[in-house]
């Protein structure tokens, strides 16, 4: 089955299944909680045989007979890889799902790969949340990545066109001055009515020229204020809407000069990869709203212990990352351990409700670049300490190779 045919099933598989779930009045929570319970694994079961119908299930290999040849299983078509990932993952079949596990599968996006490969060794697989955070964090930054090439591009025209204007202002800058001297000359001359037309005629260039000159400024003005715009356009698309940090993006690009700069340098560079602790229970318990705040108080809490040598960004989730010019891991750790003790000693309460949150905290992996690493490889070192800290039960700050 292809692409285009399977899609619009998928779509009214997926609207037929939200419309089952209705609210009945009359029942206590506990009983809702139950029968929605219910549903979802019926509606799981359902939709796992679809899934088998639609991309063909796994089929047991028949048993081999003496003197016959066993001919080889066919490899796996895209569809059945999809379908079994679907599967093996508890999704539903939606059209969003279908997007992600496609770029997973035939890994035409790294980053989505990277995250989706994360969620699943960090809850055993991927969920439906973890899924749909994803790909929003994927369909983001590749708009902002496109609205940045925007910018850049408008900002190379409009420097080429500012740098026409400003010859072109000089130039009619000097013939005025030279009509000028000619007129001069002219009136000394005590010329006849012909050359009194041709003063007049100089004349009126030259204010024809001073007009010019004067639009030309007023389009230099326009031009600087465009310019203005479009940096504010290129600081959107390079920060996190809902916590005002740095986005990915922007960290990446940073990541990379600051690579760049302690080569030359020789100067020290560390990078922290922080998590927040239990945040999907926080968001399960207290909703959604609630978790928003959370990821905004730390990323205050982390942005302002930060220091001035320190680029803090929201790297996806509820991941940030710091990067630290001029200091090694151990001197980083001990700054993000501060930020860890400061946060570990706070009791939150829900604003609207009261209702207290408890502790929040956060487990984080520090890591230093080395002269044979890369920027990436030392992302990575710093995501492999995080884990450690993961596991050796979470709320603390590992460097990484200690």
Not at 23 to 42: H, K, L, N, Y
Request: aromatic share 6%.
């Amino acid at each position: 089955m292809k692409y285009q045919e399977i899609m619009p099933f998928i779509k009214r598989m997926s609207d037929a299944t939200h419309a089952r779930t209705i609210q009945i009045e009359g029942f206590g929570a506990s009983d809702r909680r139950a029968g929605a319970a219910d549903d979802a694994r019926g509606r799981r079961n359902r939709l796992a045989e679809a899934v088998k119908s639609w991309f063909g299930a796994r089929e047991e290999m028949p048993e081999p007979v003496e003197g016959k040849t066993t001919r080889a299983a066919p490899a796996p078509s895209l569809y059945q890889q999809i379908g079994a990932f679907l599967q093996q993952n508890l999704l539903e079949p939606t059209p969003s799902h279908y997007e992600l596990v496609w770029g997973y599968v035939t890994q035409s996006d790294r980053r989505l790969v990277e995250a989706v490969d994360r969620a699943i060794m960090r809850e055993g697989l991927l969920t439906a949340e973890a899924a749909d955070l994803i790909l929003s964090e994927v369909r983001t930054d590749m708009s902002a990545e496109f609205l940045a090439s925007l910018v850049d591009k408008a900002q190379s025209s409009l420097t080429h066109i500012a740098g026409l204007a400003k010859q072109s202002g000089a130039d009619a800058q000097a013939y005025g001055e030279a009509l000028e001297t000619q007129v001069a000359d002219l009136k000394g001359g005590g010329a006849e009515a012909a050359v009194q037309s041709l003063v007049q005629l100089t004349s009126s260039m030259i204010a024809r020229t001073k007009a010019a000159e004067q639009q030309l400024r007023d389009a230099g003005k326009q031009m600087t204020q465009l310019r203005g715009s479009l940096a504010e356009a290129r600081r959107i698309a390079e920060s996190d809407a809902l916590t005002g940090l740095a986005n990915r993006r922007a960290f990446e690009n940073k990541l990379r000069r600051a690579v760049l700069q302690a080569r030359e340098t020789g100067k020290p560079l560390s990078l922290a990869f922080c998590d927040i602790d239990h945040f999907k229970k926080i968001n399960d318990t207290h909703g959604h709203d609630v978790g928003d705040r959370i990821l905004k108080f730390v990323a205050q809490r982390l942005a302002s212990a930060s220091g001035n040598n320190c680029f803090v960004a929201r790297h996806g989730g509820e991941e940030f990352v710091m990067l630290f010019e001029g200091l090694n891991a151990e001197q980083a750790g001990r700054i993000v351990n501060q930020v860890r003790a400061d946060l570990e000693d706070r009791r939150l309460v829900a604003k609207q409700s009261g209702e207290p949150i408890g502790q929040v905290s956060f487990s984080a992996g520090v890591a230093s670049l080395t002269p044979r690493e890369n920027g990436r490889q030392m992302l990575r070192s710093a995501d492999e300490a995080l884990y450690k800290a993961k596991g050796e039960g979470r709320n603390r700050v590992i460097v990484f190779g200690e």
